[in-house]
């Protein structure tokens, strides 16, 4: 965990530190980011991301003036430590929280958010369930996620495979993680996959986390179906993709010959890149994207890349990460003038959240400094980032759009091949 120079916790989970004119001690935030475990390579991602992201922030003048100090801590991709990860960084003084990852930990975690009156912003938690109203217990707002949920990768799933795939594909196994991200998302996509006239043969489920010989027992009962499958949607993260897909290319050897995976958000990752063997090159799946030409994602490339060997593009849900602190940071602000001299953080940075992503004139992080006097001015803004506007519903939740990737030829990058609106998506397959 990265050391703490000053952090005294509240009850309510923000820094006792004055919050008045002239404060300079830093206000914390905190990452709970997936370093070991099923998403070992994209939680390290985060973990660059977001320092990269406070170092920006810091660069622009940080909240009000004062320095934004991150606290992080592994969440292993274990659902069940996630609620404990994100009360020992509350404990530490944190205001709020990019994070957790799955949406099986952010199920482990919301109530404490709740409880302790600390927003948690996941950058990559799609399932379905946590933006139902009557969810229960209740997050009394405390939880958002700046990504789509999988109704909408689902619906761009399904969609594809009947309406655009070459040759349209109206029949498929579906192989998949028993958690919430996985179960959510396959009932999204058979759901919208039936209304397309699609069905669904046989549905294979394992465990997160998966064992070399978990997977080689998944893929035989894939090639123990009555009828060879030809196109299998893998809903799986990215160390279980890596696995499933060695067990069925069985050292070049693939066990179902011809069979084609159509892979999901869990397998967009650097680590699968360098980690599945050449079979599945030229492979697809979905993921959320990003306005990649545009000025707000630019200014997170310049930013990351000036600093790390790897290309941006590779960490799909980089943006997210970088636009969960930006946003954080732009409450903070809105509640220091709305509040003059109150501590940050509890309910009025979450009645903060909201606002700020939305609805008024729109700013990006490379003009933080405007963002800022706009609302010291008493104006009304509108964060927009890189991974595109981030406006929150009343649920906390975002939508956004969605790319179909294939893994290129050499194997060195995910080539987006169809991009698709999420609200054109969804209207689609009403």
């Known amino acids: 965990m990265v050391a703490v120079a000053v952090a005294v916790a509240l009850a309510g989970g923000a820094a006792a530190c004055g919050d008045g004119p002239g404060d300079t001690t830093p206000v914390m935030v905190g990452l709970l980011a997936p370093k070991t475990g099923a998403l070992q390579q994209v939680g390290e991602s985060f973990e660059r991301v977001a320092q990269v992201a406070v170092a920006k922030l810091n660069e622009v003048g940080g909240i009000n003036g004062r320095d934004v100090e991150l606290l992080v801590d592994d969440t292993a991709t274990d659902a069940t430590t996630a609620g404990a990860k994100l009360a020992g960084l509350i404990d530490q003084g944190v205001i709020a929280v990019v994070g957790p990852a799955t949406s099986g930990e952010v199920t482990n975690a919301y109530p404490i958010a709740a409880a302790r009156h600390v927003p948690i912003i996941s950058p990559s938690s799609t399932a379905p369930a946590l933006s139902d109203p009557d969810l229960a217990p209740p997050d009394d707002g405390y939880m958002f996620r700046n990504v789509p949920d999988d109704n909408t990768q689902g619906a761009a799933i ?35 996959y039936a209304t397309l006239r699609g069905s669904v043969a046989a549905e294979v489920s394992f465990t997160q986390n998966i064992d070399d010989a978990g997977a080689a027992t998944a893929i035989g009962q894939l090639a123990a179906l009555p009828t060879a499958p030809q196109v299998v949607v893998m809903i799986a993260l990215e160390q279980d993709a890596i696995k499933l897909v060695d ?13 084609q995976f159509f892979m999901t ?24 994207t990003f ?55 509890g309910a009025h940075l979450r009645d903060a959240l909201t606002p700020v992503s939305r609805d008024g004139q729109i700013f990006k992080a490379a003009d933080w400094r405007d963002l800022i006097i706009s609302i010291r001015d008493g104006h009304d803004v509108d964060y927009d980032g890189a991974a595109g506007p981030n406006d929150f519903d009343e649920h906390g939740q975002a939508v956004g ?22 609200r054109q998506v969804q209207t689609l397959t009403m």
């Open 158 to 192: 399904a969609y594809y495979l009947t309406e655009l795939r070459e040759p349209r594909t109206r029949s498929v196994t579906v192989l998949y993680e028993d958690s919430p991200y996985g179960v959510g998302l396959k009932d999204a996509f058979e759901r919208t």
């Open 247 to 259: 067990a069925w290319d069985n050292g070049g050897a693939p066990v179902i010959p011809g069979m």
């Open 265 to 288: 958000d869990g397998a967009r990752s650097s680590g699968f890149l360098t980690g599945a063997p050449a079979s599945v090159r030229g492979m697809c799946g979905t993921a959320p």
């Open 291 to 345: 306005p990649f030409n545009g000025l707000a994602y630019t200014t997170l490339k310049d930013a990351y890349e000036a600093v790390n060997d790897d290309v941006i593009e590779d960490q799909v849900f980089a943006p997210n990460v970088w636009d969960g602190f930006f946003l954080i940071a732009a409450a903070a602000g809105q509640q220091a003038v709305d509040y003059p001299g109150e501590p940050l953080g």
């Open 401 to 422: 759009p969605y790319e179909v990737w294939c893994i290129a030829p050499d194997g060195s990058t995910f080539d987006q091949v169809v991009y698709l609106d999420a």
